[in-house]
T-cell receptor, first 119, second 113 residues
Framework: GAVVSQHPSRVICKSGTSVKIECRSL??????MFWYRQFPKQSLMLMAT?????????EQGVEKDKFLINHASLTLSTLTVTSAHPEDSSFYIC???????????????FGDGTRLSIL | EDQVTQSPEALRLQEGESSSLNCSYT??????LFWYRQDPGKGPEFLFT???AGEEKEKERLKATLTKKESFLHITAPKPEDSATYLC??????????????FGAGTRLAVHP
């Protein structure tokens, strides 16, 4: 149980292109999902918390207009990197936390990430 | 500022050679410490949650322990398939916000036959 699916797994595109990444919780409903960014041999850095039916909460230093988050349903959140440039190249990972046990008492389960390469 | 520091950065073991990974943390109000395993090009896979000092969890060759300042991940008689990056994360709850995880940089473990 607690499977999170992320799509696509890899994207290579030209500078200026907008890229959409999907994150789905396959066997549970998630009111909250999380988006992370990871550079090679570095830790996961939280970018934003995605909330179903409301605006996402962005971490300090993350551009809201650059990284658009939509949490359209209890099983789907999307991250759109708008007008992507080479410096946006990274590994983007989403996660979701199953319900139950009170807020935070269930672990976050992660998708397999999206490798984004901007040429 | 809340911080998570993992050591060593990298560890090379022979198959069967037991060892421990360390995760030290400073957080104003710990709401859980999590261990994950991450294989190259994949997302983290959940291993353990620890909530209070003295708590221990075990799974196959792995055992996680927690004190007020640090956590250890003990690996007993490791096998090559245990090779991965092991991530430690603490959960905090900023005032008025959502519970969120702060990750350490990880320990890259390589187990050789």
């Amino acid at each position: 149980g607690a499977v999170v699916s992320q799509h696509p797994s890899r994207v290579i595109c030209k500078s200026g292109t907008s890229v959409k990444i999907e994150c789905r919780s396959l066997d549970f409903q998630a009111t909250t999902m999380f988006w992370y960014r990871q550079f090679p041999k570095q830790s996961l850095m939280l970018m934003a918390t995605s909330n179903e039916g409301s605006k996402a909460t962005y971490e300090q230093g993350v551009e809201k207009d650059k990284f658009l988050i939509n949490h359209a349903s209890l099983t789907l959140s999307t991250l759109t990197v708008t007008s992507a440039h080479p410096e946006d190249s990274s590994f983007y990972i989403c996660s979701a936390r199953p319900p139950g046990g009170g807020d935070g008492n269930q672990p976050q389960h992660f998708g397999d990430g999206t490798r984004l390469s901007i040429l | 500022e809340d911080q998570v520091t993992q050591s060593p950065e990298a560890l090379r073991l022979q198959e069967g050679e037991s060892s421990s990974l360390n995760c030290s943390y400073t957080v104003s109000g710990l709401r859980g410490l999590f261990w994950y395993r991450q294989d190259p090009g994949k997302g983290p896979e959940f291993l353990f949650t620890l909530y209070s000092a003295g708590e221990e969890k075990e799974k196959e060759r792995l055992k996680a322990t927690l004190t007020k300042k640090e956590s250890f991940l003990h690996i007993t008689a490791p096998k090559p398939e245990d090779s991965a990056t092991y991530l430690c994360a603490v959960q905090e709850n900023p005032k008025g916000g959502y519970n969120k995880l702060i990750f350490g940089a990880g320990t890259r473990l390589a187990v050789h036959p």
